[in-house]
């Protein structure tokens, strides 16, 4: 998938091993191997695209002041740029707003009332919208018209809004890929122009893997495939390219973090503008001002990492303390800095992988609790979304199945941990808590390591991401002064090895196994 060389027929059969061995059912397995942009949906076939496509239309052809509201994250901030660029080619009076975390998530309506005030008339959402009930009300008083493109799990007790909206009912599509579909639509429906767009494809896919949306779908499979062959070609976005050269990357492999990650700093980080990231993306930044951006979210990932590095280090080695309790892991997190935002996201994330529990991190801001939730196996946060109890307690909280967060006052605490509890109680029967954990990759035995064979696995067989986890081999290695080898084959290591035979568990780099170095993390 990440390279146009012929594949040989036992090269293929060794792959078709690999995907069913990662738990590609044998039916699947081809289809899912050759999956590519032939797998991408028809945006036609979302629910509620020709209404969509007509509403905005009809804003474009009426010249009505419209605003496209974004979220802080990276599928946000990509959806936002996706979508900007092809408004902004049919529409006079579009401008776009992504704001900061200090705002909190999704259109609100004192957000509503200042954009009235300012003269919107149409709000588009992106990567929000689908539980925003009480702003889209409030905009109607006000003379705006709200139409909603979501990815998000609307709540099951009252539904979406009474809006226009598209929020495609499988759920397993990023924003930034709606967002690209919707582009694509109105692209058709302006210009008749068809096919795809790499420079859209490409964010959107950056976007898809930072969101957590699942890699074992062969729609997403050759989607990110398709994008990160585009991400390392010359044909690669500006944006991306920008942050490249700013991380001095010659390589990006198929979970696309290196690239993703600094695109995520408006979550991340409460003094970084969520606009500087649209910025950056969209093609007619100039080139001076694009590469200041890169720099300069480059530096703040990194500052990230060195802040998040003790947290993690303390909280993992309770990982085993917590394993061997049950249910739902809630655990508080304090912050070694103030300007650290979303902290809570990423170790839900650890922890859930680490306890192999469903994961609640809170944190204390001055006016609230922020909570994030992460989940794996047969889990999912459907009903725990909408469920009254929680609602009643909570300001606000949407989702996915495995990926959720919100927000409470502080002296609702207790009521909060009492809610989820009860939740808990009333769901102990239910399917979702069959198995909490992401079952390890078993080691695959690998006699030989050639270039070739390193080549395949570690290109061929991405992308990897979540629900796909990245393959873990075993093989034999000969260490002579200091040189690790694999049959005549030098094998490179990210440790070291005392001269003599070492049987190692590893996965592939992708990065450098390029068909002619094999890398390996062991």
Not at 113 to 136: K, M, P
Request: proline share 7%; charged share 20%.
């Amino acid at each position: 998938m990440q390279d146009p060389r012929p594949i040989t027929p036992d090269i293929f059969h060794l792959l078709l091993s690999e995907v069913i061995r990662l738990g590609i059912s044998p039916d699947r397995a081809e289809v899912f191997l050759a999956a590519n942009l032939s797998t991408v949906r028809s945006p036609w076939t979302i629910p509620g695209m020709e209404a969509l496509v007509a509403r905005i239309d009809a804003a474009a052809r009426d010249n009505k002041s419209t605003l496209l509201l974004g979220d802080f994250d990276t599928d946000g901030t990509t959806a936002t740029a996706v979508l900007f660029a092809t408004l902004a080619r049919r529409m006079s009076r579009i401008r776009r707003y992504n704001p900061w975390f200090r705002e909190g998530y999704g259109l609100q309506g004192e957000q509503v009332e200042r954009f009235a005030a300012e003269g919107v008339q149409v709000i588009i959402t992106i990567d929000n919208g689908i539980t925003a009930h009480a702003a889209v009300e409030r905009g109607k008083q006000l003379g705006i018209e709200t139409l909603i493109v979501d990815h998000h799990l609307p709540r099951s007790d009252i539904g979406p809004p009474r809006a226009t909206y598209i929020d495609p009912p499988d759920n397993v599509l990023s924003a930034s890929q709606v967002g690209y579909l919707v582009a694509q639509a109105l692209r058709q429906t302006w210009w008749d122009e068809t096919g795809h767009d790499d420079w859209g494809l490409a964010l959107a896919a950056a976007g898809a893997q930072m969101d957590w949306m699942p890699l074992n779908v062969a729609e997403n499979r050759g989607w990110v495939a398709h994008a990160q062959r585009v991400t390392n070609s010359p044909a690669c976005p500006s944006g991306l390219a920008a942050i490249r050269r700013a991380l001095g990357e010659d390589y990006t492999a198929s979970e696309l973090f290196s690239l993703g990650a600094p695109l995520n700093l408006g979550k991340r980080l409460k003094s970084i503008d969520p606009n500087l990231v649209v910025e950056l993306l969209l093609p007619d930044t100039p080139n001076a001002r694009r590469e200041d951006i890169a720099a300069h979210l480059v530096a703040g990932r990194q500052r990230v990492e060195q802040l998040e590095l003790g947290v993690y280090e303390h909280t993992l080695a309770e990982a085993e303390r917590l394993r061997a309790e049950r249910g739902m892991l809630i655990y508080p997190v304090e912050s070694p800095d103030d300007d650290l935002a979303e902290l809570e996201g990423p170790l839900a994330n650890k922890l859930t992988y680490a306890t192999g529990r469903p994961t609640l991190t809170l944190r204390h801001y001055p006016d609230l609790i922020a909570f994030s939730g992460r989940a794996a196996g047969t889990f999912s946060f459907a009903s725990f979304i909408s469920d009254a109890g929680l609602r009643r307690v909570v300001i606000n909280m949407g989702g996915h199945a495995k990926a959720m967060g919100g927000a409470l006052a502080p002296e609702r605490l207790d009521e909060f941990v009492a809610a989820v509890r009860a939740w808990e109680e009333s769901t102990q029967e239910q399917d979702i808590w069959a198995d909490t954990t992401e079952p390890p990759v078993p080691p695959h035995d690998l006699p030989e390591l050639t270039p070739e064979i390193a080549f395949t696995l570690a290109r061929a067989l991405g992308p990897f991401g979540h629900r796909f986890r990245r393959p873990v081999y075993r093989t034999t290695l000969q260490v002579r002064q200091g040189c690790a080898y694999s049959g005549a084959y030098l094998v490179h290591t990210d440790a070291h090895l005392p001269d003599g035979a070492h049987p190692v568990t590893f996965t592939l780099d992708e990065a450098q196994c390029d068909g002619e170095h094999i890398g390996t993390k062991v």
